[in-house]
């Protein structure tokens, strides 16, 4: 294959990634040693996150075809694109975490469900519950009411109870 085949069949990757993720974040790992990189690498894969390497002429042409031109000003210097296909909360939490601890991480920008966002932003995203934590809040609602009933149901009893006792 072609040098050119190479790239065009990249570019088609890219931007496959970009319109399938449900959230996208753009970092400049610039300064952080191998071991930290490792360390980062390890903790997204845990969470199902694809992160990689791309050049930024590659990665302009994918947003261009994925109509995320917004994204071009931040395609500066060394990025590392972090995609997840299922949670939308989960990289952007790792990293921003991450960030934290190694100063040397920068979170450029994101893209969450097809918009791009700025850093700050991203960072509000981090602060959001996980997907885990948003569907036990949702099933201590859903059990609450039912939960109430029982035990109205249980003191009602146990005073009639008393009563005929």
Do not use: C
């Not at 399938?20 to 980062?40: F, Q, W």
């Not at 031109?69 to 995609?83: D, K, Q, V, Y």
């Not at 995203?125 to 885990?132: D, F, G, I, K, Q």
Request: a positive charge; glycine letters at 4%.
């Amino acid at each position: 294959m072609t040098v050119r085949e190479e790239k065009v069949q990249l570019v088609a990757e890219i931007t496959q990634k970009l319109r399938d993720s449900k959230s996208t974040i753009i970092t400049d790992y610039r300064g952080l040693n191998v071991a930290e990189v490792t360390e980062l690498r390890k903790q997204l894969r845990e969470a199902g996150v694809d992160f990689k390497v791309y050049k930024n002429t590659l990665t302009r042409r994918a947003a261009a075809e994925a109509e995320l031109t917004e994204l071009n000003p931040h395609l500066l210097g060394p990025t590392a694109i972090a995609f997840s296909f299922e949670d939308v909360v989960a990289p952007a939490k790792i990293l921003t975490e991450f960030a934290k601890k190694h100063n040397a991480l920068e979170i450029k920008a994101g893209i969450i469900e097809g918009k791009v966002i700025d850093s700050n932003e991203v960072k509000k995203v981090a602060s959001l519950p996980s997907r885990e934590g948003l569907l036990s809040m949702l099933l201590s609602v859903l059990q609450a009411p039912i939960r109430n009933f029982a035990l109205a149901t249980k003191a009602v009893a146990d005073q009639k109870e008393q009563q005929g006792a």
